[in-house]
């Protein structure tokens, strides 16, 4: 069972929004920067978001991270057919004195 | 560009050993901190270990005591040595380079990752 907790699936449409939600604790999330990743079927994961809400550069601005207290969030804004992956978010952990990730969500574009 | 490449995976049985390691380029090696994470099969990404840019290095609590994660920064390399393994150790291993950001040193980048198999 993961630390940080994610919703197992999100979908939407093309061009609609959808959020990502990754719940931690003050051990986590609620006192250290959160990074986002991608990762396709097969394929090695990629950083979308790092330090919380930054993009790294050749991230699309469609993609944008933040975080209120204990919880972080993953909004893709204008979904795309190729957004279609497996998101996952990830933390420095205090109390366990390591990274932790999230339990993974799978976005589908319908 | 930034490359991290994996070797040494394969099959090995309950309670052996294996070595990863992890050949770099394209960066300064010894500026980094460098991980280890396992992905097991139709699983989701689990943090392995680290080790700082002083040699400091950190543990999940699954794998302490059996793994030990080491650098050789004149090689530029990583290494993962893997002993009394398990079944529920049996993952795709990625190698990956810490984020230069002052806030962690989570992976930035990773490698295309290497399949351990443990089995009788």
């Known amino acids: 069972q993961s630390v940080l907790t994610q919703p197992p699936s999100a979908s939407g449409t093309p061009g609609q929004r959808v959020t990502i939600s990754c719940s931690g604790s003050?051990?986590?999330?609620?006192?250290?920067?959160v990074n986002w990743y991608l990762q396709l079927p097969g394929t090695a994961p990629k950083l979308l978001i790092h330090?919380?809400?930054q993009r790294p550069s050749g991230v699309p601005d469609r993609f944008s991270g933040s975080k209120s207290a204990t919880s972080a969030s993953l909004a893709i804004s204008g979904l795309q057919s190729e957004d279609e992956a497996d998101y996952y978010c990830a933390a420095w952990d205090a109390g366990l004195d390591g990274y932790v990730f999230g339990s993974g969500t799978k976005v589908t574009v319908l | 560009e930034v490359q991290l490449v994996e070797s040494g995976g394969g099959l090995v049985q309950p309670g052996g050993s294996l070595r990863l390691s992890c050949a770099t380029s394209?960066?300064?090696?010894?500026?980094?901190?460098m991980l280890w994470v396992r992905q097991a099969p139709g699983k989701g990404l689990e943090w392995v270990s680290s080790?700082?840019?002083?040699?400091?290095?950190f543990y999940a609590v699954s794998v302490r005591g059996r793994f030990t994660v080491s650098r050789e920064n004149a090689k530029s390399s990583l290494y993962l040595q893997m002993n009394n393994l398990g079944v529920g150790d049996t993952a795709v291993y990625f190698c990956?380079?810490?984020?230069?950001?002052?806030?962690?040193?989570?992976?930035?980048?990773w490698g295309q990752g290497i399949l351990v198999t443990v089995s009788s």
């Open positions: 003050s051990s986590n999330v609620g006192s250290h920067a």
């Open positions: 990956a380079r810490g984020g230069p950001w002052s806030s962690s040193s989570l992976p930035e980048f």
């Open positions: 080790i700082d840019t002083s040699d400091d290095t």
């Open positions: 394209g960066f300064t090696f010894s500026g980094y901190d």
């Open positions: 330090s919380t809400n």
